[in-house]
């Protein structure tokens, strides 16, 4: 009987999943497959990846999703022709398989993974993986580094917040977000500006749990189509009585 019930509790006893994340180290993965507040995602293939013209990335070449290429140019020309912006704004990181995110995120002294993750998302939970994903510069710093507060408050990340959406891309991290990953102004995916855009159901799909349970800010809203309601039919009138002047029988 005793074994009995130690087999139920055991069946029974909830079990934390854990991720392996580097030699000697995971963490704990939430109900909805959250490490350290981040989801999971996997690798772009590599023949859906194309290369950024130089021009408009700095540090290493910034490689993305091809489906995402024409919507990541007419951004920067937007921006290129804002007095504003002036082309400040630059691709600084963009797609990184989980391999080079798990050198990333392992490499260095710091002493734990949950310190590590506040500013990097660990290998197999990074939006940057799909492809989808990439971080804007503004260039020339100015003596601005990249930190939140102060690049957000750039002109160029400003027109970022205000234009980005038109041309199907979202700030994952907003400040305060629930999902408990630190604000990344610089930080935005792409999900088409509209869901029949080119390849946008794929990048959608992608998305479609940290959209569901932690909205971006801003975020590409769904296409609301308005119809013009049609003028309302005349009340029926009754006709002035008549004023023939026939006779009456
Ligand atoms: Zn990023």
């Given at each position: 009987?005793?074994?009995?019930?130690?087999?139920?509790?055991?069946v029974?006893?909830?079990?934390?999943?854990?991720?392996?994340?580097c030699?000697?180290?995971?963490?704990?993965i939430?109900?909805?497959?959250?490490?350290?507040?981040?989801l999971?995602?996997?690798?772009?293939?590599?023949?859906?990846l194309?290369?950024?013209?130089s021009?408009?990335?700095?540090?290493?070449?910034?490689?993305?999703?091809?489906?995402?290429?024409?919507?990541?140019?007419?951004?920067?020309?937007?921006?290129?022709?804002?007095?504003?912006?002036?082309?400040?704004?630059?691709?600084?990181?963009?797609?990184?398989?989980i391999?080079?995110?798990?050198?990333?995120?392992?490499?260095?002294?710091?002493?734990?993974?949950?310190?590590?993750?506040?500013?990097?998302?660990?290998?197999?939970?990074?939006?940057?993986?799909?492809?989808?994903?990439?971080?804007?510069?503004?260039?020339p710093?100015?003596?601005?580094p990249?930190a939140?507060?102060c690049?957000a408050?750039?002109?160029?990340?400003?027109?970022?917040?205000?234009?980005?959406p038109r041309?199907?891309?979202?700030?994952?991290?907003?400040?305060?977000?629930?999902?408990?990953?630190?604000?990344?102004?610089?930080?935005?995916r792409?999900?088409?500006?509209?869901g029949?855009?080119?390849?946008?159901?794929?990048?959608?799909?992608?998305?479609?749990?940290?959209?569901?349970l932690?909205?971006?800010?801003?975020?590409?809203?769904p296409?609301?189509?308005?119809?013009?309601?049609?003028?309302?039919?005349?009340?029926?009138?009754?006709?002035?009585?008549?004023?023939?002047?026939?006779?009456?029988?």
């Amino acid at each position: 009987m005793l074994h009995r019930i130690v087999a139920l509790v055991l069946v029974l006893a909830p079990t934390v999943a854990e991720a392996q994340l580097c030699e000697g180290q995971s963490a704990a993965i939430s109900a909805d497959g959250r490490a350290f507040g981040h989801l999971p995602y996997g690798d772009a293939p590599e023949s859906e990846l194309v290369t950024l013209p130089s021009e408009y990335s700095v540090g290493n070449p910034c490689v993305v999703r091809a489906d995402m290429l024409p919507d990541l140019l007419r951004l920067f020309a937007a921006a290129q022709g804002d007095p504003s912006v002036m082309g400040q704004l630059r691709a600084l990181s963009c797609q990184r398989s989980i391999a080079r995110q798990r050198s990333v995120f392992c490499r260095g002294e710091i002493s734990s993974a949950a310190d590590r993750a506040i500013s990097v998302a660990p290998p197999g939970y990074s939006e940057h993986s799909t492809g989808y994903a990439l971080d804007f510069a503004v260039r020339p710093a100015n003596g601005c580094p990249d930190a939140e507060a102060c690049m957000a408050a750039t002109p160029a990340a400003r027109w970022l917040r205000l234009n980005a959406p038109r041309f199907g891309f979202e700030q994952s991290f907003p400040g305060g977000n629930k999902q408990h990953v630190k604000w990344e102004p610089w930080h935005w995916r792409w999900v088409g500006a509209s869901g029949n855009a080119r390849g946008a159901a794929k990048a959608r799909f992608v998305f479609a749990r940290a959209r569901r349970l932690y909205p971006a800010d801003p975020g590409v809203v769904p296409l609301v189509v308005k119809f013009s309601a049609p003028p309302p039919l005349p009340t029926p009138v009754a006709p002035p009585p008549s004023r023939s002047k026939k006779k009456r029988r």
